[in-house]
Structures are given as structure tokens and as C-alpha cells.
């Protein structure tokens, strides 16, 4: 039997961490603010209703860290002062890195004689599951109106991330995550727009097939329980992310953060977090305003962005984390 093609579902399954975003015109450099006029700012955008935000400064230049959600209702509405106030006079909107698929890189996915993507011949997802994992993994895969042979030839860690994105369908939610949103407000400021960093697939997903069968096992459990309450998740999830509750937003995103820290996708992610911290520093021995916007896990995870701006000296000032 043919394989399907799945360039786009290596793609979903390399960038569980990370996210598309579209770009917008360059503006020129908003001049530096007085010390007492950035004091003033963070007191009244601190009062504003919305997501969460913390600010990073030197005496001529400030950074403005946005939590990014994950997938949210198509069409939810969220309050959106407090981020229009602190992109106000940006430099740029820094948005997280995108992922490139060459021709090379397709030709790997579809023939794939590595297995990266699909199980060897004569194996299938379902073939290694206990009893009770694989009932409540066809009841998910059913919810989301899909058959179990869909997914039975991918490798566990990219059958999880497939049901997700099928769930996420089935709960008609809006990919982005709140993302188009904000590089929409950030572009009728003006704002200049750009990605953290563009990152080959291949160097994504290599990883998947070395995925221990235990942690492997774990990520199926996770992907089938959050299936089958996706959309009254991702609802709470966002009215969290909306009102700037962390505690609520960490434990809506935990289902997802417990997969992608155990596999070796970890890799990715301190890779993506390196970036940052380097952009980070660039950026501030700028003058003006940035605006960096990125998932919670990279910002307040032991170790994270805020975490190494603070070990740099940095005092930044935001809700507790």
C-alpha cells in the first residue's frame, strides 16, 4: 500500500513548540524613553486588561515579552488594550521561528527509508499499545471523525501530534493561537515584523524515530486525552491567556509540555531558546522599543528567556512566574 504524502504533518509534528506568522512594513526606530517616562509606562499598561506582559530595560532601550497561547477558538474575542498599548511606539514585533520545507527535504518525507516519519513495514501505532491505552485511543480518534488506520503506520510521537492537529480541526480552532491577531494590531501601528529564525524541517524531526517506546507510550495517552476535550480546553485556555492567568494557562498547556519536554524535540526547544536569548541581547544594546512575542514554556520554564535575563543582571518586571 502507498504511503500518504505528509510533508504538512512532519511540518505540524517538527514545530509543536513553534509557530507560523505572517510580516508586516518596517517602520523607522521609535526614539529612546526617559527612565521616568518607562516607569509611567509599565504602571499604566499594568492596569490594562489583557494577556500577560513583562518588561525588560536599559536606559535607552526596552523590551516588551508576550505569552503566547496556544490554539484558540475560531473567532475569540479577547481584549486587546494592554498589547496595543505596549506595542505602541515599537521598533519591531519579534514572533517565533518558522519552519522550511525544501525539496529535498519532501523527497525525504515521502519516501522516507529512514523511518523519521512512519513505522517500519508490518508495524503499526495500535500494535504496540496496552489494552486500555488503545480503547481510549480510538474513542479520541472517532471524536474527531477520523478511523484508527489513519494514523496506525506514523511513528507514535507524530500519530500524537497528528490526532492533536485533527482534534484541533474537529474543534475548529484557530492555528495560530492568537498570532495573526497580534502581528494584525502590531501592522496598523506600523510595526515592522519579523520571525525569530527559519529552521530546516529535517533538522526538526530527525529525533522523532529515536523517541524511547516509554515516552513514546505517554505522549500517546496525553494526545488522546486532550482530544477528547479539546474544545472546553482550549476555551479555558484562552479566557486564561485573555485575563493574563498564568497558573490557569501552565496547567491548560501542560498536556502538550509534558510531550514535548520528554522527547527529543527538547533539543529543539533549547535551541529555539538560545536563539532568543541572543536575539535578546542584540535587541537591547538597540535603542528604542521591541516587542518579543513567544510561548509561555520558552519565557517560564526554570531556565527560560526570563529566567536568563535576569541572570544577566536584567530586572524584569511582570506578574510572578
Not at 155 to 167: C, F, I, K, S, T
Not at 218 to 234: F, P
Not at 286 to 294: D, I, L, S, W, Y
Request: hydrophobic share 45%; proline share 7%; aromatic share 4%.
Amino acid at each position: 500500500m502507498m504511503r500518504s504524502p505528509t510533508p504538512k504533518l512532519a511540518l505540524g509534528a517538527a514545530w509543536a513548540l513553534l509557530a507560523l506568522a505572517p510580516c508586516a512594513s518596517a517602520q523607522e526606530p521609535a526614539p529612546a524613553a526617559s527612565p521616568s517616562t518607562l516607569v509611567e509606562e509599565v504602571e499604566v499598561i499594568a492596569k490594562l486588561p489583557g494577556p500577560a506582559l513583562w518588561r525588560v530595560s536599559t536606559p535607552t532601550s526596552q523590551i516588551w515579552l508576550l505569552a503566547l497561547p496556544g490554539g484558540m477558538p475560531q473567532g475569540f474575542k479577547w481584549n486587546t488594550v494592554r498589547v496595543t498599548k505596549a506595542l505602541a511606539g515599537s521598533r519591531e514585533l519579534v514572533l517565533p521561528p518558522v519552519a522550511t520545507l525544501g525539496i529535498g527535504d519532501l523527497l525525504t518525507f515521502l519516501l522516507d527509508s529512514g523511518h523519521i516519519v512512519h513505522l517500519p513495514s508490518g508495524q503499526t501505532v495500535r500494535s504496540g499499545m496496552p489494552a486500555d491505552l488503545r480503547a481510549r485511543w480510538e474513542q479520541a480518534v472517532r471524536s474527531v471523525g477520523q478511523k484508527p488506520e489513519h494514523y496506525d503506520h506514523f511513528r507514535p510521537v507524530v500519530a500524537a501530534v497528528a490526532l492533536g492537529q485533527d482534534a484541533g480541526k474537529s474543534a475548529k480552532l484557530d492555528p495560530s493561537g492568537g498570532r495573526f491577531q497580534i502581528a494584525v494590531i502590531a501592522k496598523l501601528q506600523k510595526v515592522k515584523i519579523r520571525n525569530l529564525a527559519s529552521y530546516r524541517v529535517m533538522d526538526l524531526v530527525k529525533g522523532l524515530s529515536e523517541t524511547p517506546d516509554d515516552i513514546s507510550s505517554a505522549c500517546l495517552s496525553l494526545a488522546a486525552d486532550a482530544a477528547l476535550t479539546m474544545k472546553d480546553d482550549a476555551l479555558k485556555g484562552a479566557e486564561a491567556w485573555a485575563r493574563g492567568d498564568l497558573d490557569a494557562l501552565r496547567a491548560h498547556n501542560d498536556v502538550v509540555a509534558q510531550c514535548n519536554s520528554a522527547v527529543p524535540l527538547v533539543r529543539l526547544r533549547d535551541r529555539v531558546a538560545a536563539d532568543w536569548a541572543k536575539d535578546l541581547k542584540v535587541e537591547l544594546a538597540k535603542p528604542g522599543k521591541v516587542m518579543v512575542a513567544a510561548d509561555l514554556d520558552s519565557l517560564t520554564r526554570k531556565g527560560g528567556l526570563l529566567d536568563q535575563l535576569k541572570a544577566e543582571g536584567l530586572e524584569v518586571i511582570g506578574p510572578a512566574y
